[in-house]
């Protein structure tokens, strides 16, 4: 398992370091390096935690990859689109979740190999889990709107068909 993250995490930075030096980034090229840092970030703390220290007990970094997601496929279908200062709050979950990791350090809250354990956290479990999965699944199915959108709209700005070009 420590093979795949290594892998993991190497291919994230690398692939998270080209897209930031790239010359002239757009937005959505910021906001895919910084997605890809993210999950650098999550798979070195996973190393971390299987074999040296269990350092990291709460996962609040997958609450950014819906919100990156969605700005992602926002900022490379709509043109000359700005960011806005409004799209931060599509990542208040991430920080309503990372400000209970702070309050809930050390205590074992966040136990994934008992997830089922009844014990006093086991509601917030179940809602962390809800949350996410409702997270997921809402960003994923906008993001996928947005692209079908993206693509009628381009079959419309098309003048020429064929079937030999698509």
């Known amino acids: 398992m420590d093979e795949i993250l290594y892998v993991g995490l190497s291919q994230s930075f690398f692939a998270g370091l080209m897209i930031a030096t790239k010359r002239n980034p757009q937005v959505a090229d910021r906001i895919l390096a910084a997605w890809l840092f993210l999950i650098a970030i999550e798979m070195g703390f996973a190393i971390v935690n299987t074999s040296i220290i ?34 931060a709050l599509h990542f208040i979950p991430f920080l309503a979740v990372f400000t209970t990791a702070i309050v809930f350090r050390g205590r074992p809250v966040m136990r994934l190999d008992n997830f089922w ?22 960003y994923s199915t906008i993001a996928f709107i947005l692209i079908n959108r993206h693509q009628k709209n381009m079959q419309n700005l098309v003048s020429y068909t064929s079937g030999k070009i698509t």
């Open 54 to 87: 269990p350092l990291y007990e709460f996962v609040f970094i997958p609450f950014t990859y819906g919100p990156l997601l969605y700005l992602y496929v926002k900022f490379q279908t709509i043109e000359d689109l700005r960011f806005r200062w409004e799209y």
């Open 117 to 138: 354990n009844a014990d006093p956290f086991l509601s917030f479990r179940l809602i962390y889990g809800l949350s996410f999965f409702i997270s997921i699944t809402t």
